[in-house]
Each structure stands twice: as C-alpha cells, then as structure tokens.
C-alpha cells in the first residue's frame, strides 16, 4: 500500500530520476520525451495530493517535508507548466540541432538541467522548514544559471553573469533574514525553530523589532528572484537569453515559487506584526514593479524582454493581491498565478518559434506573422489576449476579483493607479503585438533562415511541400517585389523553387508545438470560465495563509 | 573556558573579521584581495570553535573545522586558479568609488550598521550577540564592495564577504542553526563559486578579459 | 597638581629636549647601518644644533613676525606637551592640559604654525609644502582623535594619565580589537605627523618630493637650529603617546628614586626601540605618491573608527 509520505517524495523524486536517465542515456527520440513524462507524474501526484490534504496537512520524511492545500496548489501549478514547457521541448530542439545551433549533448543537458530544476522547485513548495525552502530556492538559482547562459554569446553570458550575482545576493540577504528569525523564534516563549508550522502558530510571541527587521529582509530577498523592485534588473536579460522552453519555466513557475515563499512569510509576519507591515512592504514593491513594467514597456523593441517585462507586471500585480490580504484577495491571487503561468509559458514558447523562424528578437523586423503561419499566430494572439485579461481567459476572472478585493478593502487609490499603470501595458502590448501578427509579412519571415545547406535539402525533399503553404508564400512573393527589395527579391526568385519548399517546411510549427499551445490555452479558458474542483483548493489555500488574526 | 577567557578570543576573533574585511576594500591588488579573504576565513573557523569551546559542542567543532577547509582554503584557492587564467591585469583600477571614499563610506556602513543591529543584541544580551554588529557591519561592506567593483573577481569576493558576514551572525544568534541548514548553506555558497567561476571563464573567452565594464550590452 | 606630577613636570621636558636629538641621531644610525653606510655618528644631530646655533640670524626678505614667531611656537607647544602628558611619571604637572582634546590642540597648532610660515615666505615651494601639511593634517587629526577616544570610552575619561593608569591596571585590555585596532590607526598617524616614511621623506632633497622640508626652505642659523629641535620633540612626544598608551610598563607610580629611575629608563628604552623599528621599516619602504596619501589615511580612519565602534558594543 502506498504510504501517504512516499506520496510527498515522488514529485521531487521523478524529476530526478528523468535527470539520471538523461545523464546516461542521452538525447535520443526516446529519451526526448523523458522529461514530459516527469513533469506528468508530478502533475498527477499533486492531483492526489490536492485531494487528500483538503482535510488535513501531510507531513513526511522525518517532517522536512510537507503538504497542505497551499503547497499542493503551487505543485499543480509546477507540473502543469513544467509538463507544458517540457512538451514543447522535444520540437524546439529538433528545429535547434537541424539549425546546427545545439547539438544532442546540449539538448541532453538542457534537459538533465530542467528536470533538477522541476525537482528542485517542488522541493520548495514541499519544505516543511524555512531554512530547507531556501535551500532549494537558492538551488533553482544554481541549475537555472547554466540554463540561461546556454548559448554561448555576449548576451547570454552577460544575463547569466547578472543572473546569478542579484540573485545570489537577494538569496543572501533572505538567509540573513531567515537566521535573525531563527533566533527570534528561539528566544520566544515558545521556543519555535524553523519549522513553518510550528512558527506560524507562535507568531505572536515573536519579539517585534527583531521579527520587522527578518521579515523585511526576506520579502526584499525573496521579491530579488520574484522580479520586484529593486533588484529586479536581472530578469529581462535572463528570460529574453534564456532558450524558450527555459524562459517559460522560469517565468511562469520560478517567479512563482518565489512568491509562495513570501506568502509563507506574510502569514508569520501577519500573525507577528499585524498585517500593515508586510501590506506596506508589498505594496511599494507592487507599485514599483508596476511603474518599472510600464514606462520600460512602452519603448520596448525586442518582444523576449518584453515577455519578461511583462512578467514583472503580473509579479506586481501578485504583489499587490497579496497586500490587500483578504481570503478573496488571496484565491484570486493563486489563481492569476495558475493563468499567468499558462498564458506566459504559451507566449514564451510561441516566441521561441517565432525566434527559429526569423532568427531575430527584434519586434520591427517580424511583422504579418499571421499570413506565414496562421495557427502560430493564432496562438501568439490568442496568448496576447489571455495575458491581457481578456474574458474567458482566468486571468481575467482573477484580475477582477483582485481589484473588487483591493476596493472593498479600503486601498481604493493604490488600485487605482495600479489600474492606470495595467492600461499603459496594456496599450503598450497590444500595438507590439499587433505590429508582429498583422500587416504583409516581413522579409524575415520571408526568406529562409539560414542554415547549413545538406540538412536542409534533405528535409526539403523529404517532405511534398504541402500545396496551401506554398501557394500563400507564392502569393506573398510577389507583391515583395515591388516593395524597395528588387535586388533582394531577385535573389529570391531564382532561388525560388529551393527557398519555398524549404521556408514551406521550416514554417510549419511542428505537431507537438500546436498541440501544447492549444493545451495551454484552453486550459486557460476552462479555468477562466470554471474553476471546478480547483475552487474548493483554491478557498482552502487562501484561509491557509489568511486564517491569522 | 573561563569567562573572560572566552569573551577576549571572541572579540579577538571579530576583529580579525572586521579587519579583513577593511583590508579587502581597501587593497587594489587582486591577489592581496583574495589573501586578505582567506584570513578572514581563518577568522570565522577562529570564531565558531571559540564558541563551540564555549558549549563544547561537538557539532560546532565539525562545523568549525568544515569552515576552516571551505572558505579559508578551498574557495581562496578556486579563486586564486580563475586570477591566474584572468590575464596580465591583476589591479582594481579603477573601481566606481575611489579607495579613500569607499573607506569613509565603510565607515559611515560601521555605524549604519551599530544602529540597524540594536534590537537584535536587546532581544537576549550575552557576549556572543553583542557581536552582531560586526557581523552586519562585513555584510554591508561586503555589498558595498560587490557593487562598486568593476572587475568579475572583485564582485565574487565582495559576495563571498557577504556571506562570511550573514554566517557570523548567524552563529552569533544562535548556536543552534540544524546542520542540514548549515550543510546545505555551504554547499549552494560552494556550488555559487563554482558556476561564477564558470562564467567568468566564460566571460573571460567571449569578451576577453573580466571586466564588467565591458558587459553593456544588455540595457533599455 | 601632586608632587609626582611637579616631578614629573621638571624631569619630563629636560629629558624630551635633551635626548630627542638624540633619538633623531640613533634612528639615523639605524638607517644607515641597514644601508651599508657608517653613518655620522648619534651625536651629530646636536652637533649640527650647536653649530646653528652659533650662527647668524637672518630672515629673508618679504616675510613678517609669522616667520620668526613660528619656530618658537613649535618648541613652546611641544614642550607644554612634553610637560603634560604622561611619559616619566602618570601625574600630571597641569592636570587639565593632560586632556586629549589639549594635547591633540597642542600638536595641531605646532604644525600649522609652521605651514603658515612656509606659506609666509612666498615662495612657490613654501606653499606647496603647506598645502600638502594640511591636506595630510586634515585626514589624521580626526585619526588621532577617534583613536584615542575609543580608547578611552573603556576608562570613563579623555585625561591621558587616566587611560594610561587604566591600562596599567587592567593589562588584558591591550589584547582587545580596540586596542588593536587603535595601535594600527595610531602608527599611520604618527608616521604621518612626523614626515616620515611611506608620506613623507625626511632625508630627501628633491623640492618637489618635500613636504615638511619644503616649508622650512628659507630658514637659517638659529630659526632653523629650533625647527630641526621642535622636529625632534615632536617625534618624541608621538613615539612617547604610543608607547605609554599601549605599553605603559614602567611607568613611575609613586613618587621613588628607584621609580622615577625606572620610569626614566623605561621612556628611553621603549622610545629608542620604537625609533629603530621605525627607521629599520623605512629601510625597506619606498614613498607613496602624493595623491595615494589620502588612501593610507583613510584607511586609518576607518580603523580608528571601527575602534571607537567596537569599544561601543564589544563586551
């Protein structure tokens, strides 16, 4: 019979099986589905978990781990994303390796990477103790840094450089913040230790000063890998470098998990303090990541930082769910990061497509994205639209509880101006968007990307270029020559026949691409019109971090 | 161990930290840096087994042991391997802030630091907590040092103050932080070198020599 | 104003003025003997007095009473100091004036009296040199201050005997951080306030690399013969503070021939070896830039600061 605690182990267990497993056997069109296939057990481990801790927390492994419905709720999150961005893997990195950018060994890395990581995360959202949950959010920032730095260019490894110093510093001074609450939990009356638990029920003999001063340093410290002000500089240049399926991981769960780390610490600090210190906290960190989001939005040319840019507003908005504090507030703040985290890592992993099809990050050079490839497209807009709060997407279910909340709640003008801020993104993100998906296609959607010859001549006559395609290439063509590329365009033509055959088959996103777009979206939708049974964990994780005086 | 005994070598044992730490922001030789870095390793292991000699626990030997190998040989020597392979500059040139101001401002850090660390030493007054302040005080100087240095080591070292600094107080605090903690904080402090080293090897072949300023690339 | 104290007041000056030259002329001797040289001679210094002092006095043209006044300010201030502070004995022969806040005063006039007269002259190397005094004198008053007040934060009291009795008393607190780190602030201060190595070169005869030579170019004869011997009290004094502040042993305590002897021949031996050590280190230093002073100085701020702080809240 399965024991409830080996229940607890397997979401960080299965990743780090798959991890072994690529270790040794490499990348091949077996293993390559190896990691999807972990993040689908830790999908279904949380189910379960969901369901049987809604009664009571379950506690395990000599009490260094433990679920109670918030915990599990963030796992669904995890494996939900996690199985999402490892789906798309296998076709990003066949589209890599026939590029010739990556080899098989960097996609098995890659991949032995991803899987610690997954792991590393549900180790996180499973610590029963303070100092484990560090131990594993400061883990996360180890495996990730050699993710981000993956490709081996200036950029990248100036993102990964800054990457790794904030972080690890933000991490740093969480750990400061983590042993002055020790020892305040030491010197209390109830001799609490670390354990989340055991210290949130002695909240309240915490000595003031000393506990104002921890919990500063952890919501400054945790907020550093959040992405809230002030040290957030490090995560535009680390999700926009990062490799797709790696920037939506770490956009829609990492910065999550972060977050859950510093509802942990509110509810102590609520109980400790009253809850106006942590809401003050929050909320000039909210508005700063909001103001930060906004005004570098709006210039932004490159869509990847603006993906990332972009997450820092919702990180801000989280943030701001989370000062207002109320039961209602709370539910709708984890799901806004259920939605969030589908929507985002739907957009990232489109824009990684985008990316293998252009080869360029700049949003001027990709336009009429929607006449070369109408289902990518579609899912990109359709993303757009969930990301902008657009009904029946959750996001904007929960959005809107989120501001009903802030206003019953008496922070009428802080929600407000976040409001004004929401609007300028909004606006923002809308005409660099439209500017990619409308209009007549650019030229580097046009021409092909370029690749080594043999590979690609391969792939050319190996597939019929299927007729719909061509014809639209075809008809696209010819208006290119009228426009200011003449001599460009006579280029393309007498290498017309090779070129719309092989542009043909590089811009048919593959399958599982589709598949895992659409996946993510429609769950999105569902979620936006009924939350089902996640409401009830929804409410039950709320009251876990709300239910303090 | 008599009392005063015991509180003379703590003391003893936070001034060499403190020391170090003012000598690592005030030379500008990189190998100097991470010698002076080295000794206050020497002074943290000093530090905890004056402690553990204290409350003879033995856990807090091992521990004091472990720190001894870990920041007072191991990372100094990783460190002193990445200079070696950093190329012919071996001087902070020209770091943000110039030497003497960064003294001056270490020393206004000092004082920020007395003041910031007042609750903590009120919440149980011993010998041992009225240290705190020295270990907030290497924290600080150690951000300060990892902001306003240009060159990759120099960062490194001011992040490694950093947590020398966050270590001492945690001992300080209390003695009692569980191993698995203490464990694990040392193998991320060792895993975080080791991938910084990495990337300034890295950092070293794609822009030909480790320094930050060179990193601009990236900005809005 | 105790018996002791008068003593102390009459023995303590006579032995600074007569022996200080003679320290300069052991310290020279040092040097040279690590230089492979044989040296003038330990008692050449007051030879060179002697012979200044049978010389004409002259005073260039274009300069004012500053001029002639200054050397003798510098003897006075120094002797007044001499008289107070606790060398020989630890009471006081003007108990206020033993105060750290007076004595640093003191110091502190002797050098700017003789940078004014350096400027007095006109002249373009006399106003670099004062220049640079007081760009140095700037960093290390408030060094010397601090250093000695975290010093004094243990005993309750700025009085300079009181520290020093304190110490006597309490031999232990020499092994603390603030003892400690106020030694290391203290030695830069003193390097720097007599013109010695690594901030100043006081046997060079390149202008541009002088400071305190170059504000003392125009004078002659006897003016020159009192700034050479106000040159000597004052590394003295500093090297006498130093030694009693940290290493007070032998100190006289009562008012005994056989402990004033003692405390006599304590003075001597503690500051002639002080004296050595210095000149010995000068040997294998070279001088520091102008503009890296300011470096050096800082630092010892900061370790006089750190002092002060860890006398605050070190137990």
Redo the contacts between chains.
């Keep these: 019979m399965i024991t409830p605690g080996i229940v607890l182990l397997v979401p960080i267990a299965a990743p780090i099986l798959a991890a072994a497993a690529y270790a040794v056997a490499g990348w091949r069109r077996a293993s390559a589905w190896l990691g999807a296939g972990a993040a689908t057990i830790v999908l279904c481990a949380a189910i379960t978990l969901a369901t049987t801790v809604s009664r009571s927390p379950l506690v395990g492994m000599g009490g260094l781990v433990r679920a109670d419905p918030l915990s599990a709720f963030m796992l669904i999150v995890i494996g939900a994303i996690a199985l999402l961005a490892t789906a798309a893997t296998p076709a990003y990195f066949a589209a890599e390796i026939a590029a010739g950018r990556a080899t098989a060994r960097t996609a098995a890395r890659h991949s032995l990477l991803v899987a610690l990581f997954v792991a590393a995360m549900s180790g996180a959202v499973l610590a029963a103790n303070l100092g484990v949950l560090w131990v594993a959010i400061e883990a996360t920032t180890i495996i990730t840094a050699f993710l981000v730095g993956q490709r081996r260019t200036r950029p990248a490894v100036e993102a990964a450089w800054k990457y790794v110093v904030i972080c690890s510093t933000g991490i740093a001074l969480a750990l400061l913040g983590t042993l002055i609450l020790n020892y305040a939990a030491t010197n209390s009356p109830a001799r609490a230790g670390l354990n989340l638990a055991e210290l949130t029920a002695a909240a309240h003999g915490l000595d003031q000063p000393v506990t104002r001063i921890a919990v500063a340093l952890l919501i400054i410290g945790f907020g550093t890998k959040m992405g809230l002000v002030p040290l957030h500089a490090w995560l535009p240049d680390a999700h926009s470098q990062a490799p797709a399926p790696v920037s939506a991981l770490m956009s829609g769960v990492l910065l999550s998990v972060a977050f859950y780390a510093i509802l942990r610490v509110k509810a102590i600090s609520d109980a400790a303090l009253g809850s106006g210190f942590a809401r003050a906290l929050l909320l000039v960190m909210a508005l700063g990541a909001l103001t930060v989001a906004a005004t570098l939005l709006l210039a932004q040319r490159d869509y990847k930082r603006m993906l990332a840019y972009h997450s820092i507003e919702h990180m801000g908005l989280l943030a701001l769910g989370a000062a207002v504090g109320t039961p209602l507030a709370l539910a709708a703040v984890l799901l806004h990061v259920l939605g969030h985290g589908l929507a985002k890592a739907v957009l990232f992993l489109g824009s990684g497509r985008i990316l293998q099809l252009t080869g360029t990050t700049q949003v001027e050079q990709v336009r009429g994205l929607a006449g070369t490839d109408p289902v990518l497209a579609g899912c990109v807009g359709l993303g757009v639209f969930a990301l902008l709060g657009f009904p029946p997407f959750s996001l904007f279910a929960s959005e809107l509880a989120m501001f009903r909340a802030g206003y019953a709640a008496g922070l009428g003008a802080v929600i407000t101006l976040a409001l004004l801020l929401v609007l300028v993104i909004t606006a923002a993100l809308f005409a660099h968007s439209g500017h990619m998906l409308l209009g007549n296609p650019s030229p580097a959607l046009i021409e092909p990307h370029p690749a080594p010859g043999p590979e690609r001549s391969d792939v050319a006559t190996a597939s019929a270029a299927p007729t719909p395609t061509a014809i639209t290439t075809a008809v696209f063509t010819a208006p290119a020559t009228t426009t200011t590329l003449a001599p460009a365009s006579a280029v393309a033509q007498t290498a017309a026949p090779a070129a719309t055959s092989a542009a043909a088959s590089a811009a048919r996103t593959p399958t599982s691409t589709v598949i895992v777009l659409i996946a993510g979206l429609l769950t999105c939708a569902v979620l936006g019109v009924a939350a089902g049974p996640l409401a009830q964990l929804l409410h039950l994780a709320a009251d876990t971090i709300a239910a303090t005086p | 161990m008599t009392e005063t005994l015991y509180v003379q070598l703590l003391d003893l044992a936070c001034g060499g930290l403190l020391l170090g730490a003012v000598l690592v922001l005030w030379r500008r030789e990189l190998s100097v840096i991470i010698r002076m870095f080295a000794a206050q390793g020497v002074a943290l292991a000093a530090l905890v087994a004056v402690l553990a000699a204290h409350q003879r626990s033995v856990d807090l030997w091992v521990v004091a042991v472990g720190l001894l190998i870990l920041r007072a040989s191991v990372l100094p020597l990783l460190l002193a391997r990445a200079l070696t392979a950093a190329g012919p500059a071996r001087r902070e040139t020209r770091p943000l802030v110039n030497v003497a101001a960064s003294l001056l401002a270490a020393a206004v850090l000092a004082l920020l630091a007395y003041a910031v660390s007042r609750p903590l030493v009120a919440l149980a007054p011993s010998p041992a907590t009225q240290a705190i302040p020295v270990g907030v005080t290497v924290v600080l100087i150690g951000f300060f040092v990892l902001v306003t240095r240009r060159r990759a080591l120099s960062q490194l070292v001011g992040f490694l103050l950093m947590d020398n600094g966050i270590t001492t107080v945690g001992f300080l605090t209390t003695a009692s932080v569980s191993l698995v903690v203490e464990l694990g904080v040392s193998l991320d402090v060792l895993l975080a070198v080791l991938v910084l080293r990495i990337l300034t090897a890295r950092i070293q072949e794609t822009f030909g020599d480790a320094d930050l300023d060179e990193l601009a690339e990236l900005h809005d | 104003m105790t018996a002791l104290g008068v003593v102390g007041g009459i023995a303590q000056p006579v032995l600074i003025v007569a022996g200080s030259p003679v320290l300069v002329g052991v310290m020279r001797q040092v040097r040279a003997h690590l230089e492979g040289r044989a040296g003038a001679g330990v008692g050449q210094p007051w030879r060179d007095l002697r012979k200044l002092f049978g010389k004409e006095a002259i005073t260039p043209a274009g300069t004012s009473e500053m001029f002639r006044a200054a050397p003798l300010a510098q003897v006075a201030t120094t002797l007044v100091v001499a008289l107070a502070a606790p060398f020989v004995t630890t009471d006081s022969a003007l108990g206020v004036i033993s105060d750290l806040f007076a004595v640093v005063a003191l110091l502190a006039m002797g050098t700017t009296v003789l940078a004014l007269a350096g400027l007095d002259t006109a002249t373009a190397f006399g106003g670099m040199g004062a220049s640079r005094e007081m760009t140095i004198i700037a960093l290390v008053e408030p060094t010397l201050l601090v250093a000695i007040f975290a010093l004094s934060v243990r005993v309750g009291s700025t009085n300079l005997t009181d520290i020093v009795s304190a110490t006597l008393h309490d031999p232990?607190r020499v092994?603390?951080?603030v003892s400690?780190?106020a030694a290391v602030a203290l030695v830069v201060v003193v390097v720097a306030e007599t013109g010695r190595l690594p901030v100043d070169n006081p046997s060079t005869h390149l202008e541009l690399t002088m400071v305190h030579e170059a504000m003392v170019l125009e004078y002659a004869g006897p003016d020159l013969a009192l700034v050479e011997l106000a040159a000597a009290t004052r590394l003295a004094v500093f090297l006498g503070l130093l030694a009693n502040l940290f290493l007070p042993w032998g100190i006289a305590t009562e008012l005994t021939p056989i402990a004033l002897a003692v405390g006599i021949l304590a003075l001597v031996v503690k500051v002639g070896v002080l004296g050595a050590a210095l000149a010995a280190a000068e040997v294998f230093m070279a001088k520091l830039r102008l503009f890296r002073v300011?470096?050096l100085?800082?630092?010892s701020?900061?370790?006089a600061?750190?002092a002060v702080?860890?006398s605050?809240?070190?137990?």
């Design positions: 232990a092994a603390s951080p400690l780190l300011p470096e100085l800082a630092g701020f900061l370790l600061l750190l702080a860890a605050f809240f070190l137990a």
